[in-house]
């Protein structure tokens, strides 16, 4: 078993930065791959990004390649999303998850078999 537990989110004016955090319990963290989504209201939960189990492969959906930089650290159990050049449009809840899967960079939300609680992230004009 696997808990999730993100942080980070907050309110930030367009243009700006913010770095969320998830923090895994269980010894089996590093050998999972992991992945970000968020959900806006109304809309659909939709992946963002995601990174292999070694942290050497990482994959982004089209609308924040160039922005959001995904990154894990396997000694402290924790997975990071540094968004930068932050957009109104980007306001959502985000969510981290883990794949059982334990390889590749799965991108699909039944791919993932933990999830945590998420954080708002809101994004001003």
């Known amino acids: 078993q696997v808990q999730l537990v993100e942080s980070g989110g907050g309110l930030v004016q367009a243009g700006g930065s913010l770095r969320l955090s998830c923090a895994a319990s269980?010894?089996?963290?590093?050998?999972?791959?992991m992945g970000w989504f968020r959900q806006a209201p109304g809309k659909e939960r939709e992946f963002i990004a995601c990174?292999?189990?070694?942290?050497?492969?990482?994959y982004y959906t089209d609308s924040v390649k160039g922005r959001f930089t995904i990154s894990r650290d396997n000694g402290k159990n924790t997975v990071y999303l540094q968004m930068n050049s932050l957009k109104p449009e980007d306001t959502a809840v985000y969510y981290c998850?883990?794949?059982?899967?334990?390889?590749?960079?799965?991108?699909?939300?039944?791919?993932?078999?933990?999830w945590g609680q998420g954080t708002q992230v809101t994004v001003s004009s």
């Open positions: 998850a883990a794949s059982q899967r334990g390889w590749g960079t799965p991108t699909r939300r039944y791919e993932y078999d933990y």
């Open positions: 269980g010894r089996t963290f590093s050998s999972y791959p």
């Open positions: 990174i292999n189990w070694t942290g050497s492969s990482t």
